[in-house]
């Protein structure tokens, strides 16, 4: 009796369990599909998603990486817009080249949520970074940091890029010269050379990663490129599930570049203001959002000395180091596939490489020899082969 009453119980669980497996599954597919109606009641053309991974299916499948999936949804329509879905949360591709240009430039403000959920109270390391601000906090910042990519600044800060600039080419000469010919990874090569000029422009760091690659700044491209099973779960669901961001810093999944650069930051921000040392870099600037709640307008003042040494601080150190860490990101991974890139395509066409060459020279000529900022922006056809 007992072994009859056991089995009939477990039968039951069992079917009780598949009831609401059944429903669970059921009503989760409805609810797909209510959310892949969401294009058409908005009256936007549409791709027709295929459950469950809608446009990612080829991803999912490893047919195809994210950017070639994309491209390929890209070139199925000519609508100016189309409405897509990145497994379930709604995308907008825009292939108008004027309305992204509005959306980047005059309608900005309407955009520039970008969908990334931060924790303000648990996560500093992002929080504060103008990429992921949302609401007035964004509007606040932007304002502020807007005066530091004045050309005036840009000048300043120049004549750092042109010393970096001469250390990458005797590191290539060196290998030359001991070797007679030695094939390179030109885009490592680019890439150490981008992250050397973001020490200096960024940070007021002189560091020469061609001679020291345990340098940190290296060490935080290194962690950023580590693929941990926190970071790649991690880096997904920012893209796909934002809102499980929050979860993921309850378990203390945090990422290590943040944290070198935070102390990077910390140390030099202490040391220039212990020994009173001024440099014209980017995170002068940001010193003097810290100290004085703005930018000087004058782009020969670069002090970033509070006038009263006693009042609270307008920006914190997480907050410098949050932006900093965006900029380092952006600029050294863009600069080094940009550049590698157009050596590329030059090389293939050694009428254009000669072009270049030529535009370089007169430029400079242009310019009383020397290597600036004005003899650069007066580089047109070197400007049309990396703009192409």
């Not at 099973?229 to 979860?247: C, D, I, M, N, W």
Request: charged residues 25%; contains cysteine.
């Amino acid at each position: 009796a007992f072994y009859i009453s056991y089995c009939g119980k477990f039968v039951l669980y069992r079917n009780m369990f598949l009831l609401l497996l059944i429903t669970v599954c059921t009503l989760s597919y409805f609810y797909v599909k209510w959310i892949y109606t969401f294009w058409k009641r908005k009256g936007f053309p549409y791709l027709e998603p295929k459950i469950p991974f809608a446009v990612l299916d080829p991803v999912f499948k490893r047919e195809a990486a994210l950017g070639t999936a994309i491209l390929d949804v890209y070139r199925k329509t000519k609508d100016k817009v189309l409405g897509i879905y990145l497994i379930t949360r709604p995308v907008l591709l825009i292939r108008d080249a004027q309305l992204a240009r509005d959306i980047l430039t005059k309608h900005f403000e309407s955009f520039y949520d970008r969908g990334i959920h931060v924790d303000d109270e648990d996560d500093p390391q992002f929080s504060g970074g103008l990429f992921f601000l949302k609401g007035q906090k964004w509007k606040s910042l932007r304002v502020k940091m807007t005066p530091l990519f004045t050309s005036g600044k840009l000048k300043a800060m120049f004549e750092t890029v042109e010393e970096v600039s001469d250390r990458m080419v005797n590191y290539v000469n060196m290998q030359l010269l001991d070797f007679g010919s030695k094939e390179l990874e030109f885009r490592h090569v680019m890439s150490t050379f981008a992250i050397d000029i973001i020490a200096s422009v960024f940070l007021g760091l002189e560091v020469n990663s061609f001679e020291e690659p345990n340098n940190p700044i290296l060490k935080i491209r290194d962690k950023l490129n580590e693929p941990t099973f926190s970071s790649v779960v991690r880096g997904t669901a920012q893209f796909l599930f934002p809102s499980l961001e929050k979860l993921f810093i309850r378990l203390g999944w945090r990422e290590k570049a943040p944290e070198i650069m935070r102390e990077i930051v910390k140390r030099t921000i202490e040391m220039r203001e212990k020994q009173n040392i001024t440099r014209k870099d980017m995170l002068q600037l940001l010193m003097q959002l810290r100290n004085k709640g703005q930018v000087n307008d004058n782009d020969n003042d670069w002090s970033a000395k509070a006038t009263d040494i006693d009042a609270a601080k307008h920006m914190s150190i997480e907050t410098i180091a949050s932006n900093l860490i965006l900029f380092y990101v952006a600029g050294y991974e863009t600069t080094a596939s940009t550049i590698s890139f157009t050596a590329f395509e030059l090389a293939q066409y050694p009428e254009a490489l000669e072009k270049a060459q030529r535009d370089v020279r007169d430029a400079i000529e242009r310019h009383d020899n020397k290597f600036t900022y004005e003899s650069i922006q007066d580089m047109k056809y070197l400007d049309l082969c990396i703009m192409g």
